[in-house]
């Protein structure tokens, strides 16, 4: 299980799920009732991102011990990566609510996510592939 790269790739995703949590996307200052008000977009900011944030850090460590099907894996990941996106989504719509601000250097962690999916997904299918290609061999 662990000496598989994919296994590092998912556990590296749910790292960046939960520093996600606490790490702003954006930083900027909102109008409300006519007083400016310093604001961070954080996997906390909404109820929806919450739960999105925390499902992805606990799905990429649960899809590790699915190594024995991995073309189950393989979906189950690709749906995650779906996730991703729509959590990345949701966040810059978040952002269109303020009224000036600017991006965080933490965004990176929250791109990561996605592009250690595709990682984690390429290591599936070679692994896939090595296999068929044994199984021909017998």
């Not at 690709?78 to 965004?107: D, M, R, W």
Request: with cysteine.
């Amino acid at each position: 299980m662990i000496q598989r790269v994919q296994t590092l790739w998912l556990l590296l995703t749910a790292i960046c799920a939960f520093v996600s949590l606490k790490l702003p996307f954006y930083t900027g200052n909102t109008i409300l009732n006519n007083s400016s008000t310093y604001q961070l977009v954080t996997g906390n900011s909404t109820l929806l991102l919450n739960i999105l944030t925390v499902a992805i850090g606990i799905l990429s460590i649960l899809f590790i011990f699915l190594y024995k099907n991995r073309t189950k894996q393989l979906w189950l990941t690709l749906a995650l990566f779906l996730l991703t996106l729509l959590q990345i989504i949701l966040v810059y719509f978040h952002t269109k609510k303020f009224a000036q601000g600017t991006y965080s250097i933490s965004l990176l962690v929250y791109i990561a996510m996605p592009v250690l999916l595709i990682l984690a997904m390429r290591g599936m299918y070679k692994d896939e592939q090595l296999v068929k290609s044994v199984d021909r061999l017998r």
